[in-house]
Structures are given as structure tokens and as C-alpha cells.
């Protein structure tokens, strides 16, 4: 099961710390991805992390904004967010593709989902 956490209001240009915790099983050797629905629009990828840590995927919209790493003695997953824009918000998902899978880009990938966690940012 994974929990996502971190969410809140900032305004545009803060930044805000998000976390996908696992329970019931390591996180370890899962790779995890990080999307996000807005009010009205379609779910859209974030960030994906390989299980390992070593290799990471991001969207066009928040390459060199946001950075995706993980802890996997703690079973968590991170995803940092800088310079926030207005258009970030949305409610973010965290996301955990089978064991040692790819940390795909694509949402139909993901076998496992946890409760979302909503991010507003103000203008």
C-alpha cells in the first residue's frame, strides 16, 4: 500500500516536499512514478524513478523544477518541487510498477496506487 503526503498551498516560487510511503512490503526494488490530475483535465506523468535509484524520467513541464529520489531504508519516495507554478496544481499520486519493472512514463504501467495528495499554488 503507498500513501502520498507533503501536499498544501505555497505560492508561486515556493516549493514544497512531497512523499510516497510504502507499508506492508519494502519499496525497495519497485520502481515508482509520481502523476498528478488537475480539476477537469486528464492524469498526466510527473517523475519516475528506476527501483535501483539510479535512473530517473521526467516530464517536459518539470525537468530542472522538481526532482524525484528515494530512501529505500525509510520506504520512501520523494519528489521535491521548486519554483512552483500556478499550473501545478493538481491532485499528485504516487505509483509503483512490479517488482524490478521499468519506471515507465505511462500510467497503465503502474500495478499499484496510493491516495492522492492535493498541491495548490497561488499566484
Known amino acids: 500500500q503507498l500513501q502520498a503526503s507533503g501536499g498544501g498551498l505555497v505560492q508561486a516560487g515556493g516549493s514544497l516536499k512531497l512523499s510516497c510511503v510504502a507499508s506492508?512490503?519494502?519499496?525497495?526494488?519497485?520502481?515508482i512514478g509520481w502523476f498528478r490530475q488537475a480539476p477537469g483535465k486528464e492524469r498526466e506523468f510527473v517523475a519516475a524513478?528506476?527501483?535501483?535509484?539510479?535512473?530517473?524520467n521526467y516530464a517536459d513541464s518539470v525537468k530542472g523544477r522538481f526532482t524525484i529520489s528515494r530512501d529505500n531504508a525509510e520506504n520512501t519516495v520523494y519528489l521535491q518541487m521548486n519554483s512552483l507554478r500556478p499550473e501545478d496544481t493538481a491532485v499528485y499520486y504516487c505509483?509503483?510498477?512490479?517488482?524490478?519493472?521499468?519506471?515507465?512514463?505511462?500510467?497503465?504501467?503502474?500495478?499499484?496506487w496510493g491516495q492522492g495528495t492535493l498541491v495548490t499554488v497561488s499566484s
Open positions: 505509483a509503483a510498477v512490479g517488482r524490478n519493472g521499468y519506471h515507465s512514463t505511462l500510467g497503465h504501467k503502474y500495478d499499484y
Open positions: 506492508g512490503r519494502p519499496i525497495s526494488g519497485y520502481p
Open positions: 524513478i528506476s527501483w535501483s535509484g539510479v535512473s530517473t
